[in-house]
């Protein structure tokens, strides 16, 4: 009886250190997502604010030819 004790707090041991590594995997790769997401953001504002060439201005407030 002593001995099935041991052996069931042991395996609950190693299903509380299983659930904590799949936590910290997983937060790992939410945050690794996160800066990626964020990085994107900033490269299209950062290109976003660039003014436009006059080529583009005149072409773009051309009317559409027929």
């Not at 990626?36 to 299209?44: G, L, V």
């Given at each position: ?7 069931n707090?042991e395996?609950?041991?190693?299903g ?14 939410l ?11 900033y ?24």
């Amino acid at each position: 009886m002593e001995e099935r004790r041991m052996e069931n707090k042991e395996y609950k041991l190693k299903g509380k250190w299983r659930t904590e590594s799949h936590i910290f995997l997983f937060s790992i790769l939410l945050y690794s997502y996160m800066v990626i997401r964020i990085e994107e953001m900033y490269n299209a504002k950062k290109m976003s604010v660039e003014p436009l060439s006059p080529q583009y201005i005149s072409t773009a407030s051309l009317p559409p030819t027929k």
